[in-house]
């Protein structure tokens, strides 16, 4: 079965930081460009970081700095090291997949609160 699985979301207080894993399964991302994306209650669904087959990143201006994608095809997985988080990072994640298919996760929670 084609899927994406996110995982490694939680709470966390400000400040913290939190690694988010997305294991595929019946596609190769060494193949597929990787993405993550959020979305916070009443908004809409936001671009976060991206990686391409080819390893190179690109990152929305407010996770500059405090995000990084990485991926282990080997393992067939893609992270999203979060650090410095505040209440503002408060969002289900989204893991994508996108090249030959389109493909989304079903989300994992993070909630950012003291």
């Known amino acids: 079965q084609v899927q994406l699985v996110e995982s490694g979301g939680g709470l966390v207080q400000p400040g913290g930081s939190l690694r988010l894993s997305c294991a595929a399964f019946?596609?190769?991302?060494?193949?597929?460009?990787m993405g993550w994306y959020r979305q916070a209650p009443g908004k809409q669904r936001e671009l976060v970081a991206t990686?391409?087959?080819?390893?190179?990143?690109n990152y929305a201006d407010f996770v500059k700095g405090r995000f990084t994608i990485s991926r282990d095809n080997a393992k067939n997985t893609v992270y999203l090291q979060m650090s410095s988080l505040s209440p503002e990072d408060t969002a289900v994640y989204y893991c994508?997949?996108?090249?030959?298919?389109?493909?989304w996760g079903q989300g994992t929670q993070v909630t950012v609160s003291s």
């Open positions: 990686i391409t087959t080819n390893s190179s990143t």
């Open positions: 994508n997949a996108r090249r030959y298919l389109t493909l």
């Open positions: 019946g596609i190769s991302t060494s193949n597929y460009n």
